[in-house]
């Protein structure tokens, strides 16, 4: 038995010796510390990032006016002063011209997001990579406001318009990787709540404040046209970046980049089946609601529907803020993304089918409210459930923008197929379309497995 116990001991004896070799030399890679530069070349979108250089507190404070100011201009713009500026050119040939238009700017949209992404993904400045593209965005969309402004014909709208799409995505493009740049993983959910906040309190304001301008359309472009200039350059301002000038970028190539619109479904099938779940929502909610100045007053006969507007902008942000407020914070604490993802599609879907049994504009009103709740639900937690299925922080920009073709591309769908099914089924055509898209997107989101 002596034997056999001996080394025993001299093996007990040899570990406290093999700890001090191997500890040391392990020790330097956990404790390295993740910069700017690094997480770039390394990270994906379940990593946290460098904290941002101001703090997250102000970046809190600050991502809510941000998205308000650039989404109060597609509240306000396709929905209120757009078709306005466009039944007074022709109104007999209002849905067919509007269709026009829409869909020749939300089809550039389709296409600038990505590519505005694309280019501040590779951007070396000590500003950082999104501060000089938002800017100049901004700057060059309050221009392309002024011009649609003062557009007189169906062409020069329609030219005007495809410029504001493509400048002011250029600032919405940049503006939608700040989470996955500066944001940790658990606070996610409160950060896409309170963007939420921002982008739908925007698009909804922006109805209530562009009926006011209802007859003073080019007024009402300027002052949207400074608004957001000044709110963007704020943000910039109070919330300084990490600079680039250290990061070095990939090598371009036309054809990859070409390749970026196709989601691969077996490279990437979270990041597939969170676009497709986006997209069928979207598609639905906007093949109704971008219809609704002329849903109001050829379908509910409503003979005043700028005093309306205000009122169902009011009901649909009181939905919108109750469930954004509450469920992206609830999704932080509960660690779950999808159940809300679902459940939101769902709600939004069913809104729909008020209006459509019932085409009055009190049953107009309930699907205000309900699809308010559902929505804001969405807006809240389907961005963090985004951020977290991007493949690499090299490209989380452009994988938005890639992303965001979920949201522009019903924009530039929607206007045709919805115009073509107005004119040949009418207005009560488009809801059960929207019914049976959203809840579609509903079931998209459970094939996700990364996230729960």
Known sequence: MTPSSEPSSSSSTSEPVIQQIVEPTAAPIVSEPLTETTFVATAGGTDDPPAPVKGIRRLLVWIAPANFA?????????????PQQVT?????DKVANLALVSTIGAFAAMVAQPV?????DRTRARFGRRAPWMVLGALAGALSLVGLAFANSLWGIAIAWTLVQITFNFV??????IMPDRVPVARRGTFAALTGIGAMVGALGGQIVGSMFFNSLAA????????????????????????????TPEPFKFIDFVKTFWVNPIAYPDFFWAFIGRLFLYTGYFAVTGYQLYILTDYLHVKEPQEVIPLLGILS???????TLVSGPLSDKVGRRKPFVFAS??????????????????????????????????????????????????????????????????????????????L?????????????????????????????
């Open 172 to 177: 919405q493009g940049p503006l939608s990787a």
């Open 220 to 247: 009402g472009y300027i002052v949207f046209a400074v608004f957001t200039l000044l709110v963007t350059l704020l943000f910039v301002a109070f919330n300084p970046d990490h600079p680039s000038t250290n990061i």
């Open 345 to 422: 599609s769902v709600v939004t879907g069913l809104a729909l089918v008020f209006p459509w049994l019932s085409p009055t504009l009190g049953s107009w009103m309930i699907m205000t409210v309900v699809a308010g709740l559902g929505f804001g639900m969405f807006q809240a937690v389907d961005t963090a459930l985004m951020s977290q299925v991007l493949p690499s922080a090299k490209s989380f920009a452009k994988d938005l923008g890639v992303v965001n073709i979920a949201a522009t591309l019903p924009q530039t769908l929607a206007p045709a197929v919805a115009g073509g099914i107005v």
């Open 424 to 452: 040949a089924f009418g207005y009560a055509g488009l809801f059960p379309v929207g019914i049976v898209l959203s809840i579609l997107g509903a079931f998209a989101v459970w094939f996700i497995k990364s996230t729960r």
């Open 70 to 82: 650039v989404f109060v201009l597609w509240g306000a713009i396709p929905g209120i002063l757009l």
């Open 116 to 120: 505005a992404g694309q280019i501040s």
């Open 88 to 92: 007074l050119l022709n109104p007999s």
């Open 317 to 323: 942000l009181a939905g919108v803020i109750i469930a």
